[in-house]
């Protein structure tokens, strides 16, 4: 299995900053994408930010130029760094990774268990 470990959530004032990282162990071949969604109450879950192995990053139009992610690929880790946060940042963050354990197996999705982000004055 592939396990993920979350760590970095907390809460803050708006316009502060947090970083989130997470760690990718267990039986993994390779991570084709690693990123990072969230979870508003009451709302569906959203994609915050991804990037691929080739560090192709991809971010929500509402975090761009405020949320920086980046990936370890040797250590299996992503982290996100966000930054000017606002009331609407507020959420479950989940760590996402779509790996293969095996050279000849299919692509999986994995999640973390979620790390409160709050934001709050």
């Known amino acids: 299995q592939v396990q993920l470990m979350e760590s970095g959530g907390g809460s803050v004032q708006p316009g502060g900053s947090l970083r989130l990282s997470c760690a990718a162990s267990?039986?993994?071949?390779?991570?084709?994408?690693m990123g990072w969604y969230r979870q508003a109450p009451g709302k569906q879950r959203e994609l915050v930010s991804t990037?691929?192995?080739?560090?192709?990053?991809n971010y929500a139009d509402s975090v761009k130029g405020r949320f920086t992610i980046s990936r370890d690929n040797a250590n299996n880790t992503v982290d996100l760094q966000m930054n000017s946060l606002k009331f609407e940042d507020t959420a479950v963050y989940y760590c996402?990774?779509?790996?293969?354990?095996?050279?000849?197996?299919?692509?999986?999705?994995?999640w973390g268990q979620g790390t409160q982000v709050t934001i709050s004055s």
């Open positions: 996402y990774v779509r790996a293969r354990r095996f050279r000849f197996m299919n692509y999986s999705n994995y």
């Open positions: 267990g039986s993994i071949y390779n991570i084709n994408v």
């Open positions: 990037i691929t192995d080739d560090s192709s990053a």
